[in-house]
Every structure is written in structure tokens, then in C-alpha cells.
């Protein structure tokens, strides 16, 4: 099809997501500040080639009056982004209740809250009720500005209930939907009370993609054993429908990290923390606060390493950066706590007047600062319990150009899978394993440094996060195409 003007016209991709790469700022009735994200994931997601892409989310804050909606609406409209307006009930039933409560602990392994395990499966139903709710109300606003051709790309554990509500709206709409946490075994999957539903939900859309294969592997798994489906080579089939389920690993834009160690103020930067550390290795811990991080796990496995290793205690330090997230759930605040009370710990046991072991900061550092923080980092440490991929190593890899430091990785992170042969891996549960991992980073000759980082350097470079849109996106075409055929026949 073609444009008034000859120029062929551009698909329309509409990107849902529970949150809008902004963060929202009311400055009057009618006026707002808009701080965008320029993360990788929106530039990969806005930039697909040849696609028109819009944002469909939560703005973060609530606008009960309609002048304050109406205003932030068309402050949004120049961002490419549109709003989806939730009332605090519902935040707090869907997203701090049944999204972060009770399916981010899930499909991390992490089981249902210990302490009010009654008190979450008495609240199940109305938490899940409101999770239906709001995935409907992210719907309306997607079929209100739906157009005929355009492709519906939704995000994540939050919309899982998303697709069923758009195809039930039209069911020649073209739905993809991606989880970026792990989908996990069957046998976790099946103790919600809600397995089926969602599953059921889920398989409306035409693509389901994972970040690794063993992901997809869980979900066809879990749809057959609980709805009793048959899993094929390429998804799962319901009479006669097919839903392609596929692993598409994300990855980074390293490009946008290799430039910015070039900005002068970041060179400035960088020496300002050599000097800072200098006689000193330095260790580096970059997450959102988040029980799943294994953030405990990590500076106990640092205080068995010093322990253990007396020479090392005045030459090497741990900076932990702790990005505080989710604060109404009381577990992260219970974390929190936890946190501070094992750094304070270990600081008042091996610090001296002049320095301490761990350098912990609960906040995010902006971009250029976490660049230069990268690019001086001899070992960094990942040690997720579980994580859907784990960009922060990635992140780094590409900030060590020059200096070719050590990643120790959980192996179950998705990134394990993809940069397993470069990193040392380990299991975070296994304190004394992590220990050992770090003392063997701290001493690795140059030369296996460099090959290990040659290797990552190489997957990182060439396997990026605008690559991982656009096979997304392409594959969605393709199979809308593929689905409608077999339901023909
Ligand atoms: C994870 C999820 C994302 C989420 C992010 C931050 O990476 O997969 O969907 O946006 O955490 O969490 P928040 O709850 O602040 O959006």
C-alpha cells in the first residue's frame, strides 16, 4: 500500500507494556515534566526498521482528574507514547498485588510471599480480578487506536491476560507477546490458581517468544500437561490454531555504551575513579533491589572471600549499586532492611578508619556515570537467583574494551546461556563456590582474561537488542500469515 505522497507507507507497530518508558512529573493542572528513558529496550523497540512505532503503558503516576489526563495525553503524544490511566485501587490489586506479589515470585522460583502466605491466597481472587480488569483497560486503549494492519507487540508477566482481550476485539489483529522473566517448569506453574486461564489467554496471540529456549520449552511444557494441548516443533496447537512459541534473546545497543566511554566527561570521570581506587580491584554489583537479584547471597559469598582470603582485604573493594524498586511491596522493603543490616556488618568487621570493603548506594546512576563505573570494574558480579536475561552483564562486557575484567555469572541468568563460555559461572546459592569464583577472577592471568573476553565481546557486539526487535517483529508477520493458512485448511 501506498502514501498520498508515493512513499510506500510504514507498518504501524503498537508496543503495550505495563510502563511507559517515562517517568511523569506534574508541574501544574494541566502541565507535566517528561523525563524519557533512553534505554536500550525503547531505542530497539522505536527503532525497528521500516515500522511506525508507538508506546501503549502506564505513566507511573495517578491522574484522577480528567484536565491532568488530558494534558499529560498530549505531552505523551509528542513522545510516541500513549497512556493507559489506573486508579491506585487497581495499581495496588494488579501490579503491587498480583503482578509483583504473586507472578514475579512465581516465575522466579521464589514461591508466594513466607510470611502472609494465608493472607495472598485469600486475597488471590480479588487480586486477580483486578489484574483481568486491567489488562482490559490496556486493551480498550489499544483498540482504540488500532488501525487495520497494524501489529500488536505486548510485554510481559503484567499483560498475560492481554491477548485474549485483543483477539476477542478482532481476531485478524496481529498479536505477539514476549515475557522477559523466565516462564518457569510446569510443575511451578501449575500450584496458581489461575494456570489455565492465563495459559489460555496467552495462546490467543499468534507468536509467543521467550529469551531462551529452555523458557519456551516450560510453556509448551505447561500447556500441554495442564490444558492437555499438543505441543508441536513450533508451538502448540488447538484444534487446528497454531501459537509459534520461540526463544528471541534479547540484547543491548553496545554501540551507544562504546560511544559514550569516548565523551569526555566520561574519560574524566573514569580517571576520577581510578585515582579513587587506586591499589585496589575493583568489584562491581549493579541491580534493582529485588529478591530475585540474590543481592544477600552475593555480599555473603564477598565476606567469605575476605575471610578467607586475609592478603586481599585492603585491595579490592565491593561497590554494590542498588537501584530501590517496587517500595509498596513489603518484601522489597523487607529486603531493603536485610541488605543494609549484612553491608553494615561486614563494613564494621573489615573496614579500617580509612576504608571500608563494600560501598553500597540504594539509587540508580545515570548513564554516563554507570559507563565509566563499568569500564574501571576488574570482576563483576552477577548473582540473580533467577533472571529472564540479565542485561547488566551484558552492559558490561561491552564497557570492557579495553580492560578485559572477569564477569561472574549466576547460571540462571538467561545470559548464561549466551555468554556461559566466557564468564565464570556459578551457582549464587552455593556461597563458597562464589567465594572461590572470585578469588580465581581476581588472579586470572591476562591471557585466559582476554580470551573469555574475547568471546563475550563478540556475542554482545553482534547480537543486539535492535536485532532481537526486528526478528520479533518480522517472525509476527510471517506467522499471522502461517496461522491463518492452517486454520483455513
Ligand atoms: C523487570 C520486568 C519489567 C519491569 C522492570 C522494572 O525487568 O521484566 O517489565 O518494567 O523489571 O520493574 P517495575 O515494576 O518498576 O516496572
Redesign the pocket.
Same mark, same amino acid.
Given at each position: 500500500c501506498g502514501a498520498a505522497d508515493g512513499k510506500p507507507m510504514k507498518q504501524r507497530l503498537l508496543v503495550v507494556?505495563?510502563?511507559l518508558p517515562v517517568s511523569a512529573v506534574r508541574l501544574g493542572e494541566d502541565s507535566w515534566s517528561l523525563d524519557i528513558s533512553a534505554g536500550g529496550l525503547v531505542s530497539a523497540l522505536l527503532g525497528v526498521r521500516d515500522v511506525d512505532a508507538k508506546w501503549i503503558g502506564w505513566a507511573g503516576v495517578n491522574v484522577p482528574d480528567e484536565v491532568g489526563q488530558r494534558a499529560l495525553t498530549k505531552a505523551l503524544a509528542e513522545k510516541r507514547c500513549i497512556p493507559v490511566f489506573l486508579d491506585e485501587e487497581i495499581v495496588h490489586q494488579y501490579?503491587n498485588g498480583y503482578c509483583?506479589n504473586i507472578l514475579w515470585p512465581l516465575f522466579h522460583y521464589l514461591g508466594l510471599p513466607q510470611e502472609d502466605r494465608l493472607a495472598t491466597t485469600r486475597s488471590f481472587q480479588s487480586q486477580f480480578d483486578a489484574y483481568k480488569k486491567a489488562n482490559q483497560m490496556f486493551a480498550d486503549v489499544v483498540n482504540q487506536h488500532y488501525e487495520d494492519g497494524d501489529v500488536v507487540w505486548c510485554?510481559?508477566?503484567?499483560l498475560m491476560f492481554l491477548p485474549k482481550c485483543l483477539k476477542d476485539f478482532d481476531s485478524k489483529m496481529k498479536v505477539g507477546w514476549f515475557l522477559? #522473566?523466565p516462564f518457569p517448569s510446569s510443575e511451578i506453574h501449575r500450584t496458581l490458581p489461575s494456570r489455565s486461564e492465563l495459559l489460555r489467554s496467552v495462546l490467543a496471540a499468534d507468536l509467543v517468544g521467550f529469551h531462551t529456549y529452555d523458557y519456551a520449552r516450560h510453556f509448551v511444557s505447561a500447556c500441554t500437561r495442564i490444558l492437555g494441548l499438543e505441543g508441536t516443533p513450533e508451538g502448540v496447537e488447538d484444534q487446528g490454531k497454531l501459537t509459534r512459541v520461540a526463544a528471541f534473546p534479547i540484547g543491548i545497543d553496545s554501540e551507544r555504551f562504546k560511544r559514550a566511554l569516548e565523551f569526555p566527561a566520561v574519560k574524566v570521570h573514569i580517571n576520577e575513579l581510578k585515582q579513587r581506587f587506586t591499589g585496589r580491584k575493583v568489584m562491581l554489583g549493579v541491580d534493582?533491589l529485588d529478591m530475585i537479584k540474590g543481592i544477600p547471597q552475593k555480599i555473603l559469598a564477598f565476606e567469605k572471600f575476605l575471610e578467607e582470603n586475609p592478603a586481599w582485604r585492603d585491595k579490592v573493594v565491593l561497590l554494590q549499586i542498588a537501584v530501590p #524498586?517496587?517500595t509498596d511491596v513489603p518484601e522489597y522493603q523487607k529486603l531493603t532492611s536485610q541488605v543494609h543490616e549484612i553491608v553494615g556488618r561486614i563494613n564494621g568487621r573489615f573496614g579500617t578508619l580509612t576504608a571500608v570493603p563494600i560501598h553500597h548506594l540504594d539509587r540508580s546512576l545515570d548513564f554516563h556515570a554507570l559507563c565509566a563505573l563499568y569500564a574501571v570494574t576488574d570482576v563483576a558480579l552477577v548473582t540473580s537467583l533467577r533472571d529472564?536475561m540479565n542485561l547488566v552483564s551484558y552492559e558490561f562486557v561491552a564497557c570492557q574494551g579495553a580492560k578485559k575484567g572477569v564477569l561472574i555469572l549466576s547460571e540462571f541468568a538467561g545470559a548464561a546461556q549466551s555468554l556461559g563460555a566466557g564468564a565464570l559461572l556459578v551457582n549464587p546459592w552455593n556461597i563458597t563456590e562464589v567465594a572461590n569464583s572470585i578469588a580465581y577472577a581476581l588472579n586470572m592471568p591476562a591471557d585466559e582474561r582476554e580470551k573469555r573476553h574475547r568471546h563475550n565481546y563478540a556475542h554482545v557486539t553482534t547480537h543486539t537488542a535492535q536485532d532481537w526487535a526486528e526478528t520479533f517483529v518480522s517472525e509476527l508477520n510471517d506467522t499471522v500469515v502461517e496461522a491463518q493458512l492452517r486454520t483455513r485448511q
Open positions: 507494556a505495563n510502563r501490579y509483583n510485554h510481559d508477566y503484567h522477559h #522473566t534493582r #524498586t517496587r529472564g
